[in-house]
């Protein structure tokens, strides 16, 4: 398991993925703030945030580039030779994957907030923005972990780069504009149970609109959906040929 860990970091260092997709990312966010989309940094940090399509998409595509290379080689088929469970290099390359969809997060925010700040105007002090920004995006990370981890089973059935992306692509738009328009079609939005979603709650969050016990009851949700995915790939991945 430690040996497998340390594989796994190994790839992650080196996972040129990451980078690329994050830099993308940041010039498309620096486009907007030097096109003056933006009037302050802190309406920035809200938009960028409380837009989770984005970086849904990029947990997405990231799927197709970082969880399917092991499958394709004979990576996999080593580390079950030297005796590896199944499970646990299943394990430890979704916290891989997820790892590496928090390093696009955290990079994409924090550092279109930096460029920012010598173009945009502030209007509320640095300290607050930034606890603002810091705890927003920590609340939201687990939001976005169990969205990861759909794209991250997708990739484990299909085992195919552009399968996995085609597929995860296809499913987060559908996702997101049908939870979007189903929430808000509603007489009251505010008694669906679709406020307990990631994107919905991710939106709230950045809007200072959320309550503790929707946040908790839709943290629960998550959990859940992360430990079912992880189910799921793990009979999947068992019972798959390598």
Same mark, same amino acid.
């Given at each position: @398991?430690?040996?497998?860990?340390?594989?796994?970091?190994?790839?992650?260092?080196?996972?040129?993925?990451?980078?690329?997709?994050?830099?993308?990312?940041?010039?498309?966010?620096?486009?907007?703030? +030097?096109?003056?989309?933006?009037?302050?940094?802190?309406? %920035?940090?809200?938009?960028? !945030?409380?837009?989770? %399509?984005?970086?849904?998409?990029?947990?997405?595509? &990231?799927? !197709?580039?970082?969880?399917?290379?092991?499958?394709?080689?004979?990576?996999?088929?080593?580390?079950?030779? &030297?005796?590896?469970?199944?499970?646990?290099?299943?394990?430890?390359?979704?916290?891989?994957?997820?790892?590496?969809?928090? $390093?696009?997060?955290?990079?994409?925010?924090?550092?279109? $907030?930096?460029?920012?700040?010598?173009?945009?105007?502030?209007?509320?002090? @640095? *300290?607050?923005?930034?606890?603002?920004?810091?705890?927003?995006?920590?609340?939201?990370?687990?939001?976005?972990?169990?969205?990861? @981890?759909?794209? +991250?089973?997708?990739?484990?059935?299909?085992?195919?780069?552009? #399968?996995? =992306?085609?597929?995860?692509?296809?499913?987060?738009?559908?996702?997101?504009?049908?939870?979007?328009?189903? &929430? +808000?079609?509603?007489?009251? *939005?505010?008694?669906?149970? #679709?406020?307990?979603? *990631?994107?919905?709650?991710?939106? =709230?969050? &950045?809007?200072?609109?959320?309550? #503790?016990?929707?946040?908790? %009851?839709?943290?629960?949700?998550?959990?859940?959906?992360? %430990?079912?995915?992880?189910?799921?790939?793990?009979?999947?991945?068992?019972?798959?040929? #390598?």
């Amino acid at each position: @398991m430690r040996n497998l860990i340390k594989a796994e970091l190994y790839k992650l260092k080196k996972d040129i993925a990451v980078w690329v997709i994050s830099l993308v990312l940041v010039c498309c966010a620096g486009i907007s703030i +030097f096109t003056g989309v933006y009037d302050s940094v802190e309406n %920035m940090v809200l938009n960028l !945030g409380k837009e989770s %399509m984005v970086l849904i998409l990029a947990c997405a595509i &990231y799927a !197709g580039f970082s969880c399917t290379d092991d499958f394709t080689g004979r990576t996999i088929i080593y580390a079950v030779a &030297y005796g590896n469970k199944r499970f646990h290099i299943l394990l430890v390359k979704g916290c891989r994957y997820i790892l590496g969809c928090t $390093a696009i997060i955290i990079s994409y925010m924090a550092v279109s $907030a930096i460029v920012s700040l010598p173009v945009l105007k502030t209007g509320v002090p @640095m *300290p607050d923005l930034a606890v603002y920004a810091v705890k927003n995006l920590i609340l939201s990370l687990p939001l976005y972990w169990a969205v990861a @981890m759909i794209f +991250f089973t997708f990739a484990v059935v299909t085992r195919k780069a552009s #399968l996995t =992306m085609g597929i995860s692509v296809a499913s987060a738009i559908l996702g997101v504009v049908f939870t979007n328009k189903a &929430y +808000f079609s509603t007489s009251i *939005p505010g008694n669906s149970l #679709l406020r307990f979603f *990631p994107k919905i709650q991710i939106s =709230m969050i &950045y809007e200072k609109a959320f309550s #503790l016990y929707d946040y908790q %009851m839709a943290l629960i949700f998550s959990i859940f959906i992360i %430990m079912i995915m992880l189910l799921a790939g793990s009979i999947i991945f068992n019972k798959a040929e #390598l």
